[in-house]
């Protein structure tokens, strides 16, 4: 297991950047594939992007496509979303997580052992 803690969400007009952490403690980070989350108000818990070990790898859901990106400093143990051209559709609590191996055609939430509290991004029109 991991302890995860994110940070960096905010209220932010559309159109504007957010960039969130995700802090991880415990067992090392390096061995772990990172993944975002993100459940918005009435909807469904959606993965967002993840990233391989080393970082080369890299998914993103369709809907965050050229306007998210993610990366990790594994030196730091951290894993980083920056997210510009915000919409408001992107207001959810967003969720950082941690897994031994996924499926970067389609990361599934079963997939992420250890996960962080959360942190709310709310995108105003």
């Not at 510009?84 to 997580?97: F, G, M, Q, S």
Request: charged share 20%; net charge positive; proline share 2%.
């Amino acid at each position: 297991q991991v302890q995860l803690v994110e940070s960096g969400g905010g209220l932010v007009q559309a159109g504007g950047s957010l960039r969130l952490s995700c802090a991880a403690s415990g067992r090392t980070f390096s061995r772990y594939c990172m993944g975002w989350f993100r459940q918005g108000p009435g909807k469904e818990r959606e993965s967002v992007a993840a990233i391989s070990r080393s970082g080369l790898y890299t998914y993103y859901a369709d809907s965050v496509k050229g306007r998210f990106t993610i990366s990790r400093d594994n030196a730091k143990n951290t894993v980083f979303l920056q997210m510009n051209n915000l919409k408001p559709e992107d207001t959810a609590v967003y969720h950082c997580a941690a897994a031994d191996s996924i499926n970067f055609v389609g990361p599934r939430a079963a997939d992420f052992g250890s996960w962080g509290q959360g942190t709310q991004v709310t995108v105003s029109s």
